[in-house]
């Protein structure tokens, strides 16, 4: 369980909203300001955030959205130290077999299913020219 999922924790959406107000003019004045800085890199991003404000405060009006990307950080990480550790892919062939093992694993890691079997049954049905397995109505 998340902490922001802990009642003890969690403060309702209705909190939120009363304090967010405060919170989300205090950001946006700054925004204003980083728009007007003279940086051009603080400029543009002043500029991006303000584009995608309503976004940025999702998860204080909408029930089961995280203020976090936790999730999404830990799906890509296996991916980034696979790339990290093997020096990438040379050619097309092995950039569309990295991103399919990858896809496959990450896909068994979060349906609870053993990669390896899934792989076992791959090679086989291919060996017996069947179709191919599909995660599909797959049960842990």
């Known amino acids: 369980m ?3 999922e802990n009642e003890a924790f969690r403060r309702p959406n209705e909190c939120y909203a009363c304090t967010g107000s405060s919170e989300k003019a205090r950001y946006a004045r700054l925004l204003d300001a980083a728009k007007d800085c003279g940086d051009k890199k603080g400029a543009r991003l002043g500029t991006d955030l303000n584009a995608r404000w309503g976004y940025l405060w999702a998860f204080v009006h ?4 995280e203020p976090t990307n936790n999730e999404a ?3 890509l990480r296996p991916a980034v130290l696979w790339r990290k550790g093997s020096f990438g892919t040379w050619s097309h062939g092995g950039k569309r077999f ?3 093992s990858l896809t496959v694993s990450a896909t068994a890691r979060k349906l609870g299913l053993h990669l390896f079997g899934f792989l076992v049954e791959a090679c086989r049905a291919l060996h017996h020219q069947q179709p191919a397995p599909t995660f599909y109505g797959a049960t842990t």
Not at 62 to 65: A, Q
Request: aromatic share 8%; net charge negative.
């Open 98 to 100: 990295v991103e399919r």
């Open 62 to 65: 909408t029930d089961g959205v």
């Open 2 to 4: 998340r902490h922001w």
């Open 73 to 75: 950080e830990r799906d």
